[in-house]
C-alpha cells in the first residue's frame, strides 16, 4: 500500500512566522501534490511537483512555496504565516501518467494548522 | 476551466437506507476518483473509473462512469453509522497536463 506521510496532525503558529510543512511518500511517486481544506471550499491545489526540483503553482499560490529536493519529499513552506493560513493541509502523491496512466492519489493524514 | 459539481452537499438518512450521490463536470473525463473522508483524517481512495459506462463495485458501494463522460454516481446501500464522514469525487481530463479536479464533497450524517 501507498504510505504519504505528513509530518505533523497538528501544528500551532504565530503570524510572521516561517512555516514547514513535510511530506514523505515511500512509492516512488513522480508527482506530488498540497492542497488546503477548508468548510464550504473543498480542497484546493496549491503546488505540484512533477520531479524532483520541478513545481507548478496550482490554483492557490499566493504565500506559498515548496520544494522538491528528493523525489520522496516534498514541503510546503510558509514565507511569512498569516491568519488565514490557518487551515487542513493536504499533501498526495500519484504514479506518472506516463508510467500507468490515470493513478489515483493517495493522501496523507492532513496537518491541521492553526495561525495566531 | 474544467468545473466539477457535486451534490447533494449534504445528506441526512437514517440507518439501513440505500444512498445515492452525484458528480457533474463541465467537460469530459478519463477518470472519475470517490473518496471518503473521516473527521481529522486525510481522503481515503473508495472506488476508481476509467472507462465510460464502467459500473464498479466496494462492498456496500457502487460507482459508475457516466456514458456522457461527465457525470459519475456513487450508491451506498444498507447505510451503517460508520459511513458517516465526507465523501468526494474528483475526475481527471483526458490531456497529459490535466490536473485532478475536487467535487466540494457530500457531508453523509446517519440519524439514529
Known amino acids: 500500500d501507498v504510505k504519504v506521510t505528513q509530518s505533523s496532525r497538528y501544528l500551532v503558529k504565530r503570524t510572521g512566522e516561517k512555516v514547514f510543512l513535510e511530506c514523505v511518500q515511500d512509492?516512488?511517486?513522480?508527482?506530488m501534490f498540497w492542497y488546503r481544506q477548508d468548510p464550504g471550499l473543498g480542497l484546493r491545489l496549491i503546488y505540484f511537483?512533477?520531479?524532483?526540483?520541478?513545481?507548478e503553482k496550482g490554483d492557490i499560490p499566493e504565500g506559498y512555496s515548496v520544494s522538491r529536493e528528493k523525489k520522496e519529499r516534498f514541503s510546503l513552506i510558509l514565507e511569512s504565516a498569516s491568519t488565514n493560513q490557518t487551515s487542513m493541509y493536504l499533501c498526495a502523491s500519484l504514479n506518472s501518467p506516463g508510467r500507468k496512466s490515470n493513478q489515483p492519489q493517495h493522501f496523507g493524514d492532513g496537518t491541521r494548522l492553526s495561525i495566531l | 476551466g474544467q468545473q466539477l459539481n457535486q451534490s447533494p452537499q449534504s445528506m441526512f438518512i437514517q440507518e439501513g437506507e440505500d444512498v445515492s450521490m452525484n458528480c457533474t463536470s463541465s467537460?469530459?473525463?478519463?477518470?472519475w476518483l470517490w473518496y471518503k473522508q473521516d473527521p481529522g483524517e486525510g481522503p481515503v481512495l473508495l472506488i476508481a473509473?476509467?472507462?465510460?459506462?464502467e459500473l464498479t463495485s466496494n462492498g456496500r458501494l457502487t460507482a459508475q462512469f457516466g456514458i456522457t463522460r461527465k457525470d459519475s454516481f456513487l450508491n451506498i446501500s444498507a447505510s451503517i453509522p460508520s459511513d458517516v464522514g465526507i465523501y468526494f469525487c474528483a475526475g481527471q481530463g483526458p490531456r497529459r497536463d490535466d490536473k485532478i479536479i475536487f467535487g466540494k464533497g457530500t457531508r453523509l450524517h446517519i440519524l439514529p
Open positions: 467537460s469530459i473525463f478519463n477518470t
Open positions: 512509492m516512488d511517486h513522480e508527482n
Open positions: 473509473l476509467y472507462k465510460a459506462g
Open positions: 511537483s512533477y520531479d524532483v526540483k520541478m513545481k
